[in-house]
């Protein structure tokens, strides 16, 4: 048997395919959709699981006219969700370590909302020593999870796939 092995979808290809699928983004925004599509990282029946999931939380008041939003797709989708479905993508990673693979998921799942980000902040957003960050950050970078690239004596982390 031969393995074929898919690469993961571009957010921006996850949110087309919504938009050709319904013809709008409708009842989400443009951003809460592509939220939506980061989220999943590429994988699109997660997109859909995400999209359910936001649905089934989202409590419409017709009056106001709502869409989902970042915001709205954050709160249905937890990161004990995000967590759980990442853990058999980080398993290989973190093979011994539930730990690390959860300090992973919550770099990754930070990487994902807020883009970019230098080293030394993460190491204070995430609470965590430059040497732990650095071991943290070497397994994600060899499996081309993110990208680190030098900035002055920093080096800034980002995703590895792009829009």
């Not at 290989?92 to 970019?116: C, I, N, T, W, Y």
Request: glycine share 4%.
């Amino acid at each position: 048997m031969e393995k074929i092995e898919l690469e993961p979808l571009q957010p921006r290809q996850m949110f087309q395919a919504y938009l050709n699928r319904f013809r709008t983004a409708r009842p989400f925004t443009e951003e809460g959709l592509l939220t939506v599509a980061r989220m999943s990282r590429g994988i699109f029946r997660r997109f859909l699981r995400y999209i359910t999931l936001t649905l089934d939380e989202w409590r419409p008041r017709p009056e106001l006219h709502e869409l989902i939003d970042p915001a709205a797709v954050r709160e249905a989708v937890t990161f004990e969700r995000l967590a759980e479905d990442m853990e058999l993508e980080l398993a290989g990673l973190f093979p011994k370590h539930s730990d690390l693979r959860m300090q992973a998921v919550r770099l990754l799942v930070l990487l994902e909302e807020s883009g970019p980000h230098k080293q030394s902040q993460l190491v204070e957003q995430l609470g965590l020593e430059e040497y732990a960050m650095s071991r943290l950050l070497a397994k994600p970078e060899l499996h081309r999870h993110v990208i680190r690239k030098r900035d002055g004596t920093d080096k800034v982390v980002t995703i590895a796939r792009t829009e």
